[in-house]
Nanobody, 115 residues
Framework: QVQLVESGGGLVQPGGSLRLSCASS????????MNWYRQAPGKQRELVAT???????NYGDFVKGRFTISRDNTKSTMYLQMNSLKPEDTAIYYC?????????WGQGTQVTVSS
């Protein structure tokens, strides 16, 4: 059973930046895709960004141009650089990694954007 641990969340003012990290207990080469999801209070969980083993990326329309997903295979860690944050970005952000046995999830990290 893989463990995924998110970090880097917190309180930031509108227009600010945060970098989230997702550390895996095993090599991230085992994951075909890794994703960041988020869930705001009273809303469904939504896909924020995806990165494949080969490095291809995709983003939700609501974050394009503001967020960047990346991975460091040597550190078994995935990142989400978030710039130009808006109050509507407030949510719990979850790391997800897909392997042949299915989905693996982290516990989430809270991001709050408020003045």
């Amino acid at each position: 059973q893989v463990q995924l641990v998110e970090s880097g969340g917190g309180l930031v003012q509108p227009g600010g930046s945060l970098r989230l990290s997702c550390a895996s207990s095993r090599s991230i080469f085992t994951f075909a895709t890794m994703n960041w999801y988020r869930q705001a209070p009273g809303k469904q969980r939504e896909l924020v960004a995806t990165i494949t083993r080969g490095g291809s990326t995709n983003y939700g329309d609501f974050v394009k141009g503001r967020f960047t997903i990346s991975r460091d295979n040597t550190k078994s860690t995935m990142y989400l650089q978030m710039n130009s944050l808006k109050p509507e970005d407030t949510a719990i952000y979850y790391c997800n990694a897909v392997d042949p046995r299915g989905d693996n999830w982290g516990q989430g990290t809270q991001v709050t954007v408020s003045s």
